[in-house]
């Protein structure tokens, strides 16, 4: 007889259809970038070590005098620019992610802890994350791998040791709201282990928030590592990462500003297309606003 | 509300204690101290001199009283390089520092208050879209890149400011725009969702059932309520800004505290770079307390108390 | 008679999700008189009020045949002409005192300025009015109470504060939107008692919201019964109460059979069954699920049946079809 209607109150059509339309744009973003980053080898057209200083500097495609064996250019060293360019995306792919899984397993493990467990033990957790945030990541991060020595896996403890705090907060804040739901406390009452609880209860249910906090932490990361490779401290040359590339071409850049456009625009857009399909998967998860 | 506040400055005092152990633990890392300061082409006995001349041969745990008790007191040691106390060296830096930041912040407020009500009034609306694409863009602009191309555009493209340096307040002014723009994207947002919160509110329903102006609206009865997290966020955000200062001084060669950090790593400058990591904590931890203090000023609700 | 002060007519709110929530309302509430409108939970009371004030949320479409206030036309007026009313010659006031005050703003703040807005008065002037209305409303130490913020004034005080705030410019019209729901009982009569007097000394029409018999009974010159976005019967207070004619009015009154031995705050109906919630495009009577009347006819559209002068209903019985009750 009569229709009894869910109302949903804030999704309007359109604005829908703009969302996903970002959403895919970030999809293809990371999707063409990781392709590039797992195929690189196959891909890049030159070797992006091999110096050639008789061709230093050429122009990219779209400009005067450019080489056809060279779309992108040469570096300051001769080395082709989209080799690198190639190159440079495995780099910020594989620290993004592992400075992600790293940084993730930290804080989901102390947030879910300190969210399940309360009391004493949930105020030394929020205790830790205070501390945490009271540190400043970059200086941190810079004078640990200058005391070290810069390498990539150095690079990615650092900097997963140190950006667990979101990780940490979201999972302890999602994991207290599992906690006090009926399912739980069935759980609790049919006299299930706290071990059986956690895997099969609360994991599973706090996972889209995390997962919509891991793409966050992923451009992050990849953020910081392209600013400490640029301080000179992050990746070790000759590697070629996008940041280096950058602190490596600046003093060119007055000239030839493209040789800081191109990594930097690269950066940008990955960064971008990582952010939109975070917020494309946040919608999707509904897991709400982001502060 | 007092009772509030000291447990907030007790929990703040052990944070700096934290920082303090972590400070410590950090210059230690690389093992032996006296090979990293002699240099890499120092002798067996140069080494051994560095040790006894900076009491490495000490115990651990006598060192790290013995840095507490001296930290605590605002003593941090001299520098190898600078040779100069330490306590000096960041005092002359942070006022440039701190000048960045409050000119970061400023701008960053500045741009970000407007569009975080421009987006909420027009929620789902273009200009909501718009304000959106821009944080989005904010969020991925490497700060670093940004500082490279402001300086192409504005320093030798069309000359108006200063490419490096710290002279005069034109130097201030592209570091500031950049600095600002890394805290954009967190106080817009935080503006937006306030500004919906505090609008589809009871009390801006009673303010319309007024008669009020939609200006009135907006600025006099959201904005305000809408505000208090903000300034207080903003706070907080000035210490992640004078933290992350680091690499916008580097970029911009101005001679901060950030910058001296910068080069004592590259010296193994480890009094300097301990410092430095002490006092951004500490100032971060005393923003944080400020942030709560200027929430309890603000909000009258938490005023009375 | 001559023309309502406040005339409308086929009133309909639709929300984007497709609920019809007000679905062609008539109500008129005549000057200096005070009219009930009753009706379970979420049949469309507060939506009709605010769709009057123009305060309906985004999202929200209005229209209606005739929407008139003191012969003006609130369709054709601007946003700016509206805002002009609001506050000023028409005031509303609201289920949540507690919320419904700005917690940045003093008490006196939120009251001078919609004097300073509508009567362009001095400040002087707007807090000597407030605190006149504060005493008005039987606020002791209006003086004090003017410099204090919303959070330090208990619930009653504050829908005292927001009568006072609401009756600052003189109001032709008072909307109250089950201003007592939220108050515990002995403060609830105090503000219907507060209520009723105001009315009375200031000539005021009220269109007074309210699910509780007992205050119609005692308050209402007229009464209109609301259900699932209509006004399903429309008549004066005893003539309703006398004689109720739609099934779901009498559905009402018998769990409450005798006005003026109703104890207040009493749930409205026990009928069974809840209102629905009905999407656009619904056609015939709205209470036919719970109706032991029910018909095939009932499906196609009802007329209006007048029973008597000034009380008429929607539904396809005749008047005075008392003989089937005990039928049902
Ligand atoms: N903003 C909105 N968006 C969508 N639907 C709404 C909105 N506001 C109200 N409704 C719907 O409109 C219908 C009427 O609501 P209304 O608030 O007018 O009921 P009411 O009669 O005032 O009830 P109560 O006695 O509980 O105040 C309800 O079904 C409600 O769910
Ligand atoms: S129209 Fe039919 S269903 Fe509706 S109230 Fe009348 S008899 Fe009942
Ligand atoms: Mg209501």
Known sequence: MTDIAVVSVTTAGPRRGWRSLGTWLGAAVVGITLFAAIFGPWLAPHDPFTQDLTRRLLPPFWMDGTDPAHPFGTDQLGRDYLSRLIYGARISMLIGIAVTITSGVIGIVLGVIGGFAGGKVDDAVLFAITCRLSIPVVLVALAVVGLLGSSLTLLVLTLGLLLWDRFAVVARSTTMQVRNLDFVAAAWCAGCSRGYILAREVLPNIASHLAVVATLEIALAILLEAALSFLGLGVPPPLPSWGLMIAEAKEYMFFSPWVIMIPGVALFVLVFGINLLGDGLRDLLGTGERS | ?305 | ?328
């Open chain 3, 1 to 328: 008679m001559s023309e309502a002060l406040l005339d409308i007519a086929g009133l309909r709110v639709t929300f984007a999700g497709g609920t019809a929530a007000v679905r062609g309302t008539a109500i008129a509430v005549n000057r200096g008189e005070t009219h009930c409108l009753v009706g379970e939970s979420g049949c469309g009371k507060s939506v009709s009020a605010l769709a009057v004030m123009n305060l309906l949320a985004r999202g929200a479409s209005r229209s209606a045949d005739r929407l008139r206030f003191a012969g003006e036309d609130l369709l054709s007026l601007s946003d700016t002409g509206m805002a002009r009313l609001r506050g000023n010659r028409m005031a509303m006031i609201f289920q949540e005192p507690m919320t419904s005050l700005n917690p940045a703003y003093t008490v006196g703040s939120q009251m001078t300025e919609v004097h300073r807005r509508h009567k362009g008065s001095s400040r002087q002037v707007a807090t000597d009015r407030a605190a006149e209305m504060l005493a008005r409303v039987g606020i002791t130490a209006p003086g004090m109470r003017l410099g204090q913020f919303p959070h330090q004034l208990s619930g009653g005080l504050r829908q005292r504060v927001m009568i006072a705030m609401a009756l600052m410019c003189d109001p032709e019209l008072l909307i109250a939107d089950e201003p007592t729901t939220a108050l515990d009982v002995t403060v609830q009569a105090q503000i219907l008692r507060l209520l009723a007097g105001l009315q009375r000394d200031l000539g005021l029409a009220v269109l007074l919201i309210t699910h509780d018999l007992g205050i119609v009974a005692r308050v209402a010159d007229r009464v209109s019964v609301m259900y699932a976005g209509e006004v399903v019967e429309s008549a004066r207070t005893n003539d309703l109460f006398a004689r109720p004619q739609h099934p779901y009015t009498r559905g009402l009154l018998d769990c409450v059979p005798v006005p003026g031995k109703i104890r207040p705050g009493e749930p409205l109906g026990s009928i069974p069954g809840v209102v629905p919630r009905v999407r656009a495009g619904f056609q015939g009577c709205g209470f036919r699920d719970r109706c032991a009347f029910a018909m095939p006819e009932c499906a196609a559209e009802v007329p209006r049946h007048a029973a008597g002068e000034a009380h008429d209903y929607l539904c396809r019985l005749a008047a005075d079809w008392s003989g089937l009750r005990g039928a049902a």
């Open chain 2, 1 to 305: 509300m007092l009772r509030f506040l000291i447990r907030r400055l007790i929990v703040a005092l052990l944070v700096a204690a934290t920082v303090l152990t972590l400070a410590f633990a950090l210059t230690r890392l690389s093992g032996d101290l006296a090979i990293s300061i002699a240099g890499p082409n120092a002798t067996q006995q140069d080494v051994e001199l560095v040790r006894k001349a900076y009491g490495l041969d000490r115990p651990l745990i006598v060192q790290f009283g013995s840095w507490v008790g001296r930290a605590a007191v605002g003593d941090f040691g001299e520098s190898y390089f600078f040779k100069q106390r330490v306590a000096s060296l960041i005092g002359e830096r942070m006022p440039i520092t701190v000048t960045l930041g409050l000119v970061g912040l400023a701008i960053a407020l500045a741009i970000s208050l407007p569009l975080g009500v421009l987006a909420a009034a027009q929620e789902g609306r273009l200009a909501d879209r718009i304000v959106q694409g821009i944080t989005l863009i904010g969020q991925a602009m490497p700060s670093f890149w940004l500082g490279l191309i402001l300086m192409i555009l504005f320093g030798i493209r069309l000359g108006w400011l200063p490419v490096s340096g710290t002279g005069s307040w034109q130097h201030f002014v592209m570091p500031g725009i950049v600095l600002a723009f890394t805290a954009v994207p967190a106080l817009t947002r935080l503006t937006r969702s306030g500004m919906i919160q505090a609008l589809s509110s009871d009390y801006i329903r009673t303010a319309r059932a007024k008669g009020l102006s939609r200006l009135s609206i907006l600025l006099k009865h959201a904005l305000r309520n809408a505000a208090i997290p903000v300034v207080a966020i903003a706070a907080v955000q000035l210490g992640f800004m004078l933290g992350g200062s680091i690499v916008i001084e580097s970029v911009f060669a101005l001679h901060g505290v950030g910058f001296l950090a910068w080069e004592s790593i590259g010296k193994n400058d480890f009094p300097v770079v301990q410092a430095v990591v002490l006092v951004l904590a500490v100032i971060y931890v005393g923003l944080t307390l400020a942030a709560d203090l200027v929430n309890a000023v603000l909000d009258p609700r938490l005023r009375g108390q």
